[in-house]
């Protein structure tokens, strides 16, 4: 039998990624779908209305969730498994008339999207991704595109194009940091003369290249699920401390393999440093995810619950993904 649930506001039903067994259907209250726009990789909201079911897709087609699922006020769901749902449908017409109303307008939507970014009617979700970031690279969108490699290697860590999307991804976030480069010369210089050529290269920037090439092939190794590789490579990076930048991320990924690794204790460890020393680490709420998952998989619940309750209530982290993962941790937490 289907059974009611009751979430507070600002509660997480689910998120993005994790495994679906569940279709909802909200009786009272408010739910916000939150999910990522193929086309810039920003959030899109859709709300879900009293009487509205959500959750259906992933469920019926046994995949991972595509969205996050948010409440917007104090909310009461009814949760079917799926065959609980399949048998209400069928005995009930419009609710399968419905459905196919909802799914064609999403399908048509997504398909007019892919389409005017391809220019193409059918593709691999793979190939699509990658076709998605190269012309986010062509017409020098690098932020974009930047976005589109990343999720190209975290979800396709064995696709046929690993290693052009590594490349592409380090293409994108030098591009990014030559055009912050060139921002504060220029705010600094106003009056510089422009006609003046370029300087020839340095063997400090052949140095730069070189180790910015050894951190995107040490990501790739994450990307083939070949972590202790990896993490040997990052601390290499970390041990020469040769660029700062470099230094700082080969860090932070080397404490991700070491999680990889089911090596918590060490994780804990490693990433307690790294707040010591890196404070201003613009991705904080996700090495604070980490602890807190880290004291989670060794039993520490009390810890684990005062890590997650950090992340939610850090300044500036109502739109973080990390605060999502956090709050959804709580409450499965609370639940136990």
Request: charged share 30%.
């Amino acid at each position: 039998m289907p059974k009611p649930f009751q979430y507070g506001n600002g509660s997480l039903i689910y998120c993005q990624g994790e495994e679906a067994d569940k279709i909802f259907i909200l009786q009272s209250g408010k739910v916000s779908l939150v999910f990522a726009d193929i086309e810039t990789g920003e959030d899109v909201r859709s709300q879900v209305e009293p009487g509205e079911f959500f959750g259906v897709k992933s469920a019926l087609g046994r995949f991972p969730r595509e969205e996050n699922a948010i409440t917007l006020a104090d909310s009461v769901l009814m949760a079917f498994t799926v065959p609980e749902f399949e048998k209400m449908a069928m005995a009930n017409t419009r609710i399968i008339l419905k459905m196919l109303k909802v799914f064609s307008n999403q399908m048509r939507k997504t398909h007019a999207q892919v389409s005017s970014l391809l220019d193409v009617e059918e593709v691999k979700p793979d190939e699509g991704l990658f076709a998605i970031g190269e012309k986010y690279l062509k017409n020098k969108r690098y932020a974009h595109a930047k976005y589109i490699f990343s999720r190209y290697l975290v979800h396709y860590p064995s696709g046929e194009r690993v290693k052009e999307a590594t490349k592409n991804l380090r293409l994108a976030d030098a591009a990014l940091a030559k055009t912050a480069k060139k921002t504060s010369k220029h705010d600094e210089s106003p009056e510089s003369d422009e006609t003046t050529p370029p300087p020839p290269p340095s063997e400090s920037s052949a140095n730069d290249a070189a180790v910015t090439e050894a951190y995107y092939n040490a990501v790739n190794l994450i990307s083939q699920k070949k972590y202790k590789e990896a993490m040997e490579e990052f601390n290499k990076i970390i041990n020469a401390n040769e660029i700062p930048e470099w230094t700082e991320k080969s860090a932070y990924e080397a404490g991700h393999c070491l999680f990889l690794l089911n090596e918590f204790e060490e994780c804990i460890k490693h990433y307690t440093n790294f707040l010591a020393q890196y404070k201003e680490y613009p991705d904080i709420r996700d090495v604070m995810f980490y602890i807190g998952q880290s004291f989670e998989k060794t039993g520490n619940k009390d810890q684990a619950i005062v890590w997650y309750q950090k992340i939610v209530t850090l300044s500036g982290a109502e739109k973080d993904a990390a605060r999502t993962k956090a709050m959804k941790a709580l409450n499965e937490l609370k639940r136990r």
